[in-house]
């Protein structure tokens, strides 16, 4: 089993890069492919990155994901921030050893 | 486009039982694992459950094995849920999100607006 630890709240102003971290608490980040989750409030995730890096259809190129092995990490990178990117994100990934969904904490992104 | 519809939440006693429904529309259900992911009052997202596109393999976290149970019924293009022994901590928002195609390993990628489950007395 593994956990999934994302920062509890960034912040940071309009225009600017944001990067929340999902670090991945034993075996390789690299392992299974990792996702992450926009949820504005009072709405259902939507997904912005899938399989590490990979943006569906309708998400604006701001949005990018990326994986370290060297800190055994996977990151979610918003450029250019927007208000409308204020929301909760979450990374998922899938634990091969009990087969499970594993979804970070999130992380409450205010753009101030 | 892809659409998936939840009913059957509601407010349920202690050790009850409730069964919830998802229906889905816009793609080829049969083809794709199907999920249901909770999400508690102020909480983040939980797993809760999986089944895979035939409905042949189920997986359930540690929280909810032996008490939920998750089913498909493909000539209908619905997925189930049904739960019991219900406890106050089962309290929350439950989703249904659409997984892999053939592939039960990927992520969900499409969720439904989920529906409120309320345990208590």
């Known amino acids: 089993n593994f956990m999934l630890t994302q920062p509890h709240s960034v912040s940071e102003s309009p225009g600017k890069t944001v990067t929340i971290s999902c670090t991945r608490s034993?075996?390789?980040?690299?392992?299974?492919?990792v996702q992450w989750y926009q949820q504005r409030p009072g709405s259902s995730p939507t997904t912005v990155i899938y399989?590490?890096?990979?943006?569906p259809s309708g998400v604006p190129d701001r949005f990018s994901g990326s994986i370290d092995s060297s800190s055994n990490s996977a990151s979610l990178t918003i450029s250019g921030l927007k208000t409308e990117d204020e929301a909760d994100y979450y990374c998922?990934?899938?634990?091969?050893?009990?087969?499970?969904?594993?979804f970070g904490g999130g992380t409450k992104l205010t753009v101030l | 486009d892809v659409q998936l519809v939840e009913s059957g939440g509601g407010l349920v006693q202690p050790g009850g039982s409730l069964r919830l429904s998802c229906a889905a529309s816009?793609?080829?259900?049969?083809?794709?694992?199907m999920h249901w992911v909770r999400q508690a009052p102020g909480k983040g997202l939980e797993y809760v459950s999986a089944?895979?596109?035939?409905?042949?393999?189920?997986y359930y976290a540690n929280s909810v094995k032996g008490r939920f149970t998750i089913s498909r019924d493909n000539s209908k293009n619905t997925l189930y849920l049904q739960m019991g022994s219900l406890r106050a901590e089962d309290t929350a928002v439950y989703y249904c999100?659409?997984?892999?195609?053939?592939?039960?390993?990927?992520?969900?990628?499409?969720w439904g607006q989920g529906i409120l489950v309320t345990v208590s007395s």
């Open positions: 399989e590490d890096n990979q943006r």
């Open positions: 089944i895979s596109s035939n409905g042949g393999s189920t």
């Open positions: 999100a659409r997984g892999g195609e053939d592939d039960i390993l990927t992520g969900p990628d499409y």
């Open positions: 816009g793609f080829t259900f049969s083809n794709y694992a």
């Open positions: 034993s075996g390789s980040i690299a392992s299974n492919y």
């Open positions: 998922q990934s899938y634990d091969s050893s009990n087969h499970s969904w594993v």
